[in-house]
Each structure stands twice: as C-alpha cells, then as structure tokens.
C-alpha cells in the first residue's frame, strides 16, 4: 500500500539547499511511497527539479487574519490524507499547520532544543531516532545547466552579498571584496561576481573593472555550472555561496558572531569558514592566506 508523506521546507535557498540531504534520505526510505513537499513560490521549479517529490504544492503566505484563506487551506491538508508529515522547517508557523491537519496523521520534526545545532546534525538527530539512513551530501551538480558567458578557463566566483537582517553584519565589506579581486587580477585568475538582480556592488565593479559581472543574469542552475568548473568560490554565509559548494566547487564563507559556522555552511575538508565576530575586521591577508590553499598558485 502506498502512503502518502508531507515533507515541509518553506526557504531561504540556504535552508532548501542544506535539506537536499534530508530530501534525498526520505526519498530512498520512503521508495514505494507518494512524496509530497510544501514550499514556497520561489523553490517549486528548484524542488522539482531535484526529482524527490511526486508532487510539490505552494503556501502562499497567507496572514493569520485571512480566515476564508486558512480554512481553505486546512480543508486542502485534511483532505490530501496524509498519513506522515515531516516538517523539516519546524517553525511557529508551521506547528499551526500540525493544528490545521488534525491528529490523523503522524507529525515528525526535530527537537526545539537541536535548534542551535548546524541543519545537517539536525537531520541525523532526527532521522537516526526513526532508523533512516541518512547522509550528508549537498550535492546538486545533476541540476547544473550550460551559459554562454565566454569566462575564462582560470576564474573565482565572488559572492559578496547576503542577508541584511542583522544589520549587515553577514558581509565582509564591498572594499575588501575589491582588494581580493584586484589580488586575482594580479594572478592572471578572473573574478566573477555572483548576485541577485536587485545588488549592484558598483564600489567593486569601479575599483576593479576587469571583473566579469554576473549580477542579476544567473539562474540557480547557472550557478552550480558555474561552480563546477570554478576554482573556488568566495562568499558570505549566503544561499549562492551554498548553491556553489552544492555544485562540487570549493567554498571560503566568512562568518560572524551573528551566524557563527555550527550553525550554517558547507562542511568539509573542500570548505573553509573563517569566523571573525565583526567581519569588517577581517582583514585580506587572512584571507588570501586561506585562498591559496584552493588555487593554483
């Protein structure tokens, strides 16, 4: 008989690329069962592309106040039968969900207290309790897709933005980015800026104009192409940066007191975190320092 199993993970991209491990681990265990995920708008075409899910259905982010949209979507939940419901994303939002769908199904997520623990010790916490196997592994380079930017052979991606909800404490300063691709240039390696359409970063872009600028033009299948013939990837603790090391590329993230390294980032030995509690003081030698450990100087 085959089941019917809810899988939650609503986003950021750093959180839906650290769950492609816990995806993967579900799928092989629940083989014979029917899969179903519950994200959100931006990850749908992400998500079904990983090929885990037999069905990927949206929240809409509806307010709490929006009664006639709540119940809709809890006649929705009720009515799809599922007898597991994994919340992966185990946030107060999702936990009203577990009182929308009622007691007839099964709801598994991780301790609260595993909250301080880094996404993939959350997982195996979690799945080493239900006896699934489980193994961390990030990689996406099966969603890769070609570009025809001409870059040449020897590049770095440089991903200086990130997430402005600490203030901006999750970036090392646009300035040290321009000193590091200046140091690149030196070294006859091309820099590559990574971003989103809505980041500019002219302060790199005019301190060192031979930087191939790829702001805005990327999809997320473009990057982890990218990533994959890239000598390495420089970035903040950041979704792309993520989404590069998911794409077999060797990652430096820089971290801070805000978003400390047991908490996010790829894992191991062709990944390098440097912590530093305020990231303006980190300072570039540091940096080209652990750098040369990737590239071939």
């Known amino acids: 008989m085959q089941n019917k199993v809810l899988i939650i993970k609503l986003g950021a991209l750093g959180d839906i690329v650290q769950a492609s491990s816990a995806f993967a681990a579900l799928r092989q265990f629940h083989e014979k069962d029917r899969l179903t995920l519950l994200t959100t708008a931006p990850y749908q075409e992400m998500t079904a592309k990983m090929g885990y899910f037999d069905e990927i259905i949206l929240d809409d982010r509806f307010k709490l106040f929006q009664l006639n949209k709540l119940f809709n979507f809890r006649k929705y939940l009720r009515s799809q039968g599922f007898q597991k419901i994994y919340d992966l994303q185990n946030v107060d939002r999702t936990q009203l969900y577990s009182c929308l769908i009622g007691r007839k199904s099964e709801w598994v997520a991780p301790c609260k207290k595993d909250c301080s623990l880094h996404p993939?010790?959350?997982?195996?916490?979690?799945?080493?309790?239900?006896?699934?196997?489980?193994?961390?592994d990030l990689s996406l380079s099966h969603l890769a897709e070609p570009n025809d930017f001409n870059i040449p052979n020897s590049y770095v991606l440089l991903i200086p933005g990130a997430s402005l909800a600490h203030g901006?404490?999750?970036?090392?300063?646009?300035?040290?980015?321009?000193?590091?691709?200046?140091?690149?240039?030196?070294?006859?390696?091309?820099?590559?800026?990574?971003?989103g359409p809505l980041e500019n970063f002219d302060l790199i872009k005019n301190k060192v104009p031979e930087i191939i600028d790829l702001c805005g033009k990327t999809t997320f299948y473009q990057i982890i192409g990218l990533a994959g013939k890239a000598l390495c990837a420089v970035g903040n603790d950041?979704?792309?940066?993520?989404?590069?090391?998911?794409?077999?590329?060797?990652?430096?993230?820089?971290?801070?007191?805000c978003n400390p390294p047991n908490l996010g980032g790829a894992r191991g030995s062709d990944h390098i975190g440097l912590y530093e509690p305020h990231l303006k003081d980190l300072d570039i030698s540091t940096v080209i320092k652990a750098l040369e450990e990737f590239l071939p100087l």
Do not use: H, M, N
């Not at 959350?122 to 699934?132: A, G, K, Q, T, Y």
């Not at 901006?168 to 971003?195: C, D, F, M, T």
């Open 120 to 136: 993939q010790e959350r997982f195996e916490r979690l799945f080493s309790c239900l006896d699934i196997p489980f193994k961390e």
């Open 168 to 195: 901006g404490r999750k970036r090392w300063p646009e300035k040290k980015y321009a000193e590091l691709a200046s140091y690149l240039i030196g070294k006859k390696i091309q820099p590559v800026l990574i971003g």
């Open 238 to 257: 950041t979704g792309p940066t993520l989404l590069a090391a998911s794409g077999g590329c060797r990652t430096l993230t820089f971290y801070a007191s």
